[in-house]
């Protein structure tokens, strides 16, 4: 890979005209310089779009804007904006965040053999200032080739994204079942290993309107306890995949939970794959032998 190799962001709007221009100044003035700014808006209702095309003529060289003929939602506008993607690199975006100015080139000198890096995030309000949590704070951040850390839970927000292209064609479609930046996480270690940064590289905003997955909320378990099948079954379905079989029979074991004679299976390869299979939670130890037990006699899954 050339050292200064072209990064296309894909950047997805939806009514952000609030603090879009924030966000467009922190990625129009990154360090990395090889930098096109894919903008993909989904029938904006408010001004957003008029902003955006504003910025374009400004800087016509760098984005490439593009509006949807109707609204597609937000998983099925991000798939757009990848595919419109021509950089070696890809790198996901908000619209109201604020990127530190050495995100990009940071990412770029640490990708290396990986397919995908990701960094930390320090967590602002609706008015930028600080608060107390970051990412790393609430979850251990992976490194890595095991798609196990990421069955019951994630880490990889989708802001702090830096990947291969190469990585597209075994990501899109997203399936619905399961959040976007959860999925890529997931299947970047079935193909390749993921790297973390451990660096607050993005101001992450938190308000009221934020699209959040369960990297950056403290009901994830929640999440999991409500919908941990259909997610499984859609992590299962990869074949020929690293650890594909393992996690299609843990679907399976989790799906036939009725079955008593099927509890002890469960309970075995859960407690013999522990440590990647619960690495992303701070829970300690002892508390997390005692989730194993709850799995095999609970109607949920806790995680």
């Given at each position: ?139 251990n ?12 839970n ?105 079955n ?31 989730r ?7 109607k949920k899954?806790?995680?």
């Amino acid at each position: 890979m050339k050292n200064t190799p072209l990064v296309s962001i894909a950047l997805c709007t939806y009514n952000g005209s609030e603090y879009l221009s924030i966000q467009l100044e922190s990625i129009l003035n990154q360090t990395y310089s090889n930098l096109e700014i894919i903008i993909v808006d989904d029938q904006s209702t408010d001004s957003t779009y008029e902003l955006l095309s504003s910025y374009q003529e400004k800087y016509s060289t760098k984005i490439k804007l593009y509006q949807n003929p109707s609204n597609l939602g937000f998983i099925k506008n991000f798939e757009r904006a990848i595919s419109l993607c021509q950089g070696s690199l890809i790198a996901l975006s908000d619209q109201d965040d604020i990127w530190d100015k050495n995100k990009i080139a940071i990412q770029v000198n640490e990708i290396k053999n990986n397919i995908l890096v990701y960094h930390d995030s320090l967590m602002v309000n609706e008015i930028g200032e600080p608060l107390k949590d970051s990412i790393s704070n609430m979850k251990n951040m992976y490194s890595g080739g095991s798609p196990l850390p990421f069955l019951f839970n994630n880490c990889v927000s989708g802001h702090s994204i830096l990947m291969k292209k190469d990585l597209i064609h075994d990501i899109i479609p997203f399936p619905k079942e399961i959040f976007y930046d959860w999925w890529i996480a997931f299947r970047a270690t079935q193909v390749g290993t993921i790297s973390y940064i451990d660096k607050k590289l993005v101001h992450y905003r938190q308000h009221e309107g934020t699209i959040t997955s369960p990297t950056l909320t403290t009901k994830s378990d929640e999440y999991i306890s409500s919908s941990n099948i259909s997610i499984l079954k859609v992590l299962g379905s990869s074949k020929n995949r690293k650890k594909s079989m393992l996690i299609k029979t843990i679907h399976d074991l989790v799906e036939n939970k009725k079955n008593q004679l099927l509890h002890f299976k469960l309970f075995k390869l859960l407690l013999v794959n522990r440590k990647e299979i619960f690495f992303i939670s701070k829970k300690s130890s002892a508390s997390k032998l005692n989730r194993i037990f709850k799995n095999i006699w609970s109607k949920k899954l806790h995680i």
